[in-house]
């Protein structure tokens, strides 16, 4: 089992479309173990775009992560990071592919709606900066058995 962060970014809370993408997720299959509200600093955002620090739109992506609160939340499943990507669309949101979240519902580079981590390395790492270990949650899931059967 992997888990894996997702944040769901201003644009998806003042576009009401919080519930939408939830929703996709749940009924994929995936299990949601942590869920939160968050307003992010500029010292966590420096750490979770540290690729993007020097670029100079990199500015702009931070201000925009700063507009509202921002809902994360942790999913778990079987491969469920690179699941999760599949669903999410590639960055560049007006090719991304119809029926992926950024594909149905996005128009911008920068408004894509939705982080999703990148490698089970990077999730790791994601989910712990974004979460504390008091703030996940295992407990068993009645339906597993018909979502996965037996693999
Ligand atoms: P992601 O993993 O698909 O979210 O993409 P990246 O890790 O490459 O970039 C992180 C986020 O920075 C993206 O989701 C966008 O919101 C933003 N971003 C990436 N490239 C650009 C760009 O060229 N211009 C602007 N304005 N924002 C960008
Ligand atoms: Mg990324």
């Not at 929703?23 to 299959?29: A, C, H, I, T």
């Not at 499943?77 to 599949?86: C, D, L, P, W, Y």
């Not at 911008?108 to 790791?124: G, K, M, P, R, Y």
């Not at 994601?126 to 339906?143: A, P």
């Amino acid at each position: 089992m992997e888990r894996t962060l997702v944040l769901l970014k201003p644009d998806a809370v003042q576009r009401d479309l919080v519930g939408e993408i939830i929703s996709r997720l749940e009924r994929k299959g995936l299990k949601l173990v942590g869920l939160k509200l968050m307003r992010l600093s500029d010292e966590l955002l420096n750490e979770h775009y540290s690729h993007l620090v020097g670029k100079s739109f990199f500015p702009e992506v931070k201000s925009f992560m700063q507009l509202t609160p921002v809902v994360a939340c942790c999913w778990e499943g079987t491969e469920a990071v690179n699941t999760v990507r599949a669903i999410c669309g590639i960055t560049k949101a007006r090719e991304a592919a119809p029926g992926t979240i950024r594909g149905e519902f996005a128009m911008s580079v920068q408004a894509n709606l939705i982080h999703c981590s990148d490698s089970l390395e990077t999730a790791n790492a994601e989910v712990k900066r974004f979460f504390k270990s008091d703030e996940l949650f295992s407990y068993d899931d009645v339906l597993e058995r018909y979502v996965y059967n037996s693999s």
